[in-house]
């Protein structure tokens, strides 16, 4: 597909117009000022008066949990999970998990979206319906203490596993050996600090490590979750906690981040570990806002993430950007606290590389075709003077009309090219009034 005459964001993040992009299969095969020479057969996407940047990488959602959205309103995390999320999640089947992923899709989709970092369970199921909707993923089961004290007889463990064989074997596409890359990645989950033991923890270390596993884990999301672990632990933080018991020899997406200390910062920045931040869902459960302009000076990996549609409420990237925008800046004090540029690159190319995906993120040649589309020819687009300020504090996800996931497109002019719309609303919303009944 060649995409001629539109304005684009190029791999350093700034704007360029006039501009000529050629897909080929997954990749991108060209960017240029120069039209290329036509290749028979090949679809024209005529982009005057549009703009092309990199697809979104959310990196730490819930997306089954868009079943829950608006339940369990006005509660704290503890409150919240307790007397709301947990008992309901008793209650979910696969099937309910299967269709509520794609529910959760549609959303990520429309707004962008090309890649989420997931934790939650009924992985296998949640892998099939993002690979079936033409997403990425990289998902993992967040593993907690229970009666097990052996790792390998967790069904989280074991659900992991089932569906790291499934992606060696080429199942979502990178089977070894034919140059191609898998849309979905088994990560190992560690819930967090406060539903695990010491003993589960270096075990999640060390099987992450043998199977060169990206770890996920919830950390210091909460002041009261962040002081609690420093009295069980001997003053010990969460993130020297899980240092001092191996975590951080793997690649760590470390989600919330709200709370780390000066020596946790030097901890994650040592390890190459991602902080992911979620300001939406940080400040709608009273968690607080995390340092973001700090840490990013001082260097630390951040990219960004929803979390749930139920501590959210909703999946948007879009709204994601200007809120972590916006919170940093009235937080400081500071106009510039973390410019539009940084915040457009958290959430892209660092959330690419902080699911091992190397060669996404960017409008680069040789770089996975992984992009989207927006109408510039809206009112609060113009003037359009500072593209990339445009796309942080002005843009919607409505102005979204194009989503192209590894050469594929997805959705085009608010159409859905790979999900019946219509079937799974009607699927969630029996599942929604099943577990309600059962409650």
Same mark, same amino acid.
């Given at each position: 597909?060649?995409?001629?005459?539109?304005?684009?964001?190029?791999?350093?993040?700034?704007?360029?117009?006039?501009?000529?992009?050629?897909?080929?299969?997954?990749?991108?095969?060209?960017?240029?000022?120069?039209?290329?020479?036509?290749?028979?057969?090949?679809?024209?996407?005529?982009?005057?008066?549009?703009?092309?940047?990199?697809?979104?990488?959310?990196?730490?959602?819930?997306?089954?949990?868009?079943?829950?959205?608006?339940?369990?309103?006005?509660?704290?995390?503890?409150r919240w999970l307790t007397e709301k999320i947990f008992p309901f999640e008793d209650k979910l089947t696969a099937k309910d998990v299967y269709w509520s992923t794609k529910l959760g899709a549609m959303e990520l989709i429309a707004s962008g979206c090309a890649s989420i970092s997931d934790m939650y369970f009924f992985i296998g199921d949640m892998a099939?319906?993002?690979?079936?909707?033409?997403?990425?993923?990289?998902?993992?089961?967040?593993?907690?203490s229970g009666a097990e004290t052996d790792i390998r007889d967790k069904k989280g463990y074991k659900d992991t596993m089932e569906l790291d064989k499934r992606v060696r074997s080429g199942e979502f596409g990178g089977k070894p050996g034919d140059g191609s890359e898998s849309r979905i990645k088994a990560d190992m989950g560690l819930h967090a600090e406060?539903?695990?033991?010491?003993?589960?923890?270096?075990?999640?270390?060390?099987?992450?490590?043998?199977?060169?596993?990206?770890?996920?884990?919830?950390?210091?999301?909460?002041?009261?979750?962040?002081?609690?672990?420093?009295?069980?632990?001997?003053?010990?933080?969460? $993130?020297?906690?899980?240092?001092?018991?191996?975590?951080?020899?793997?690649?760590?997406?470390?989600?919330?981040?709200?709370?780390?200390?000066?020596?946790?910062?030097?901890?994650?920045?040592?390890?190459?570990?991602?902080?992911?931040?979620?300001?939406?869902?940080?400040?709608?459960?009273?968690?607080?806002? @995390?340092?973001?302009?700090?840490?990013?000076?001082?260097?630390?990996?951040?990219?960004?993430?929803?979390?749930? @549609?139920?501590?959210?409420?909703?999946?948007?990237?879009?709204?994601?950007?200007?809120?972590? @925008?916006?919170?940093?800046?009235?937080?400081?004090?500071?106009?510039?606290?973390?410019? @539009?540029?940084?915040?457009?690159?958290?959430?892209?190319?660092?959330?690419?590389?902080?699911?091992?995906?190397?060669?996404?993120?960017?409008?680069?040649?040789?770089?996975?075709?992984?992009?989207? $589309?927006?109408?510039?020819?809206?009112?609060?687009?113009?003037?359009?003077?500072?593209?990339?300020?445009?796309? $942080?504090?002005?843009?919607?996800?409505?102005?979204? $009309?194009?989503?192209?996931?590894?050469?594929?497109?997805?959705?085009?002019?608010?159409?859905?090219?790979?999900?019946?719309?219509?079937?799974?609303?009607?699927?969630?919303?029996?599942?929604?009034?099943?577990?309600?009944?059962?409650?």
């Amino acid at each position: 597909m060649l995409f001629k005459n539109i304005k684009i964001i190029d791999g350093g993040f700034t704007a360029k117009s006039n501009m000529y992009v050629r897909t080929e299969g997954p990749v991108i095969s060209y960017v240029g000022e120069k039209e290329p020479d036509r290749i028979d057969g090949e679809e024209i996407y005529d982009g005057r008066g549009s703009l092309m940047l990199p697809a979104f990488y959310n990196c730490h959602c819930h997306v089954p949990m868009t079943l829950l959205r608006g339940y369990g309103e006005g509660l704290d995390l503890q409150r919240w999970l307790t007397e709301k999320i947990f008992p309901f999640e008793d209650k979910l089947t696969a099937k309910d998990v299967y269709w509520s992923t794609k529910l959760g899709a549609m959303e990520l989709i429309a707004s962008g979206c090309a890649s989420i970092s997931d934790m939650y369970f009924f992985i296998g199921d949640m892998a099939s319906s993002l690979n079936e909707c033409g997403m990425k993923a990289n998902i993992s089961h967040g593993i907690s203490s229970g009666a097990e004290t052996d790792i390998r007889d967790k069904k989280g463990y074991k659900d992991t596993m089932e569906l790291d064989k499934r992606v060696r074997s080429g199942e979502f596409g990178g089977k070894p050996g034919d140059g191609s890359e898998s849309r979905i990645k088994a990560d190992m989950g560690l819930h967090a600090e406060y539903t695990s033991d010491e003993n589960l923890v270096r075990q999640v270390a060390d099987t992450a490590y043998e199977a060169g596993m990206i770890v996920h884990v919830h950390t210091s999301e909460t002041k009261k979750e962040h002081a609690e672990c420093k009295e069980r632990h001997g003053g010990r933080t969460p $993130v020297k906690y899980f240092s001092d018991c191996g975590l951080f020899k793997n690649q760590v997406q470390a989600a919330h981040c709200v709370y780390i200390e000066e020596e946790d910062v030097d901890i994650m920045k040592a390890a190459g570990a991602y902080m992911v931040h979620n300001p939406s869902s940080n400040m709608k459960l009273g968690s607080g806002i @995390a340092r973001v302009r700090e840490l990013n000076e001082k260097g630390l990996n951040i990219a960004l993430g929803t979390d749930g @549609a139920s501590s959210n409420n909703n999946l948007n990237m879009m709204e994601e950007m200007h809120m972590a @925008a916006m919170i940093s800046r009235g937080f400081t004090l500071d106009a510039n606290a973390v410019s @539009a540029g940084d915040i457009l690159k958290m959430a892209t190319f660092n959330g690419a590389l902080s699911q091992g995906r190397k060669n996404c993120g960017k409008i680069e040649e040789g770089m996975r075709a992984d992009l989207i $589309v927006m109408d510039l020819d809206r009112p609060h687009m113009q003037p359009d003077f500072d593209t990339v300020a445009n796309i $942080v504090f002005s843009a919607q996800s409505s102005d979204i $009309v194009l989503n192209m996931i590894d050469g594929r497109i997805v959705y085009k002019n608010g159409e859905y090219l790979t999900i019946d719309r219509e079937r799974v609303i009607f699927e969630v919303n029996k599942s929604f009034e099943r577990i309600l009944s059962e409650l």
